[in-house]
């Protein structure tokens, strides 16, 4: 099983694939590379091309299944779309999954700075606002259990790298009600977020991103903090009266 899903993640890094290379990369025979490919092939979930494999439209199938057991997607998505819109920058929604958080929807306005972030795709919660924003509002025991299992990374100078820095940082998110990533995550670029909340349960977060240079510390503080904060309470409302 482990290897079939290592199959899966170097045919999605590389865009496909042969039988040796992925024998190779994945330091396995040919003959165990070759029972995976076919296995996956008849579950259809790879395709066949010359001497090569990629995977197949039925991932794009479960990944519309997926996203779509979200029961307020639309409504996300609308509002990550005006937010875009309105601010001209890269606006972003996350859920934590495996301790992580993970992009659901993200769009790009008419300034919007490129990232690495794509959906599906997941970053460590410690170095993001959406993943810090997320852990802020958790269940206790649940943020406890995520705090003490990263492997704190000096992504940039400015990252968080301990227990005690993050457990600090959660603390004021709850008093000011929103998260930053000052340049933790990626050196030059700013990111707010609020948290989307259905009741006392966090469903995500919501963020707008952009370069340092448009993103001061005082209009981060002001007028998009409040942007984002906007942002999650159209979602709130729309998920509790759905």
């Known amino acids: 099983m482990e290897i079939a899903f290592n199959i899966i993640d170097v045919l999605q890094e590389k865009g496909g694939a042969g039988v040796t290379e992925l024998a190779d990369e994945l330091d396995h025979s040919k003959s165990t590379i070759h029972s995976h490919l076919r296995t996956l092939e008849d579950r259809e979930i790879l395709v066949r091309e010359g001497d090569g494999y990629r995977l197949s439209l ?3 199938d479960m990944a519309t299944h997926v996203r779509d057991q979200v029961g307020n997607y639309d409504v996300i998505k609308s509002e990550v779309d005006t937010l875009a819109d309105e601010t001209g920058e890269i606006a972003q929604f996350g859920i934590e999954e495996h301790g992580k958080v993970s992009y659901l929807y993200k769009t790009t306005g008419e300034r919007g700075v490129e990232t690495a972030s794509r959906v599906g795709t997941q970053q460590p919660m410690y170095s993001t606002s959406l993943g810090k924003t997320i852990l802020a509002y ?3 025991d649940r943020t406890e259990q995520i705090v003490h299992a990263q492997d704190y990374e000096a992504l940039t100078p400015m990252t ?19 998260g930053i990533d000052d340049e933790e995550n990626f050196e030059g670029l700013r990111c707010v977020s609020a948290p989307v909340k259905n009741g006392e349960t966090v469903l995500g977060a919501v963020s707008i991103t952009g370069p340092s240079s448009r993103f001061t510390v005082d209009r981060i503080h002001d007028e998009l903090s409040d942007q984002v904060q906007r942002a999650a309470n159209v979602i709130e409302l729309n998920t509790k009266f759905a």
């Open 58 to 60: 039925r991932i794009l």
């Open 138 to 140: 958790l269940p206790e």
């Open 160 to 178: 968080i790298t301990s227990a005690e820095e993050l457990y600090e940082e959660l603390d004021g998110i709850r008093e000011r009600g929103y």
